[in-house]
């Protein structure tokens, strides 16, 4: 452990984890609540144009892909909201195509961009000081817009007609919470990269879901296995010498399993013991 923790890019990373945990964990919620987890994929794979588009003008990875991936997402909650018999083929669609723009402009760059490659799979080991920053920031920035409407986000989030009717603004947060999708995605990505955001997005908050269907409970333990995914996976893959992105992913995807086995017993132990009455 004493070793482990001997190294600023393994304090980096384990600190990094914890950030993005925070988020997973409150928004990842949100996601799994409202069905939601094909579009993250979608503005995940999109951020790429983003990404593209800063090596392409030689600006810093985030200043491209952050407002960049604000602007797919919002298109995407557009044209999924309008059109939601086709919502997941408009997904699909502007999902291939933010990535084929990031990797044209790439293209047309000369140079070869390992950064860039680092955002595609993940490097969680490489995050910066700058980057724990602007972690930091993004996760003050969902907490306090989750606290503050909390109760809205309860209220459509379960119940979206009875919203309608309470006269909550359901579209707008609709859109609110498509943004907190993309802030969180655009942390993800620097951790396990674009092609395996979807799963600590989504994973930790699913597991939380079969135990308990409070929204804040789920929250809370969403982001401690978060913490618990990351903190685990980094030490299997400093000690297996494994890629650390998904080596966090198989560990989540294991408990997953788990967890669905256990939550199978207990509704058949219930089962059971219901016929079994007199």
């Known amino acids: 452990m004493h070793e482990f923790l001997h190294y600023d890019f393994m304090r980096n990373a384990l600190a990094a984890g914890f950030l993005v945990s925070i988020a997973c964990g409150v928004v990842g919620t949100l996601v799994v609540v409202n069905r939601l987890s094909f579009l993250a994929g979608g503005v995940a794979h999109a951020a790429y144009g983003g990404l593209g588009l800063s090596a392409f003008f030689g600006l810093s990875p985030m200043t491209g892909t952050i407002p960049f991936s604000l602007a797919s997402s919002l298109l995407m909650g557009f044209a999924s909201r ?12 502007m999902w291939a195509l933010g990535m ?44 306090l817009i989750v606290i503050g409407l909390y109760k809205e986000f309860l209220s459509m989030s379960y119940d979206e007609e009875f919203a309608l009717v309470s006269g909550i603004p359901v579209a707008l947060l609709y859109y609110v919470m498509i943004l907190l999708i993309a802030l969180t995605v655009i942390m993800l990505i620097r951790v396990v990269g674009l092609i395996l955001v979807i799963a600590l997005c989504t994973i930790p908050a699913s597991i939380a879901e079969m135990f308990t269907k409070d929204l804040r409970r789920m929250m809370a333990i969403a982001a401690v296995l978060g913490m618990f995914f990351t903190t685990s996976g980094l030490f299997l893959s400093y000690y297996c010498n494994l890629t650390s992105g998904a080596t966090i992913i198989l560990v989540a995807g294991i408990f997953y399993i788990i967890s669905l086995i256990v939550k199978s017993r207990r509704k058949n132990g219930r089962r059971f013991a219901a016929q079994a009455r007199p």
């Open 100 to 143: 084929a723009i990031g990797i044209i402009l790439i293209d047309l760059k000369p140079g070869y961009f390992v950064d860039l490659m680092s955002y595609l799979f993940g490097s969680i080991l490489a995050v910066s000081q700058a980057s724990l920053v602007l972690m930091a920031v993004l996760d003050c920035i969902i907490l």
């Open 82 to 93: 309008r059109q939601k018999e086709r919502s997941d083929t408009i997904i699909g669609v």
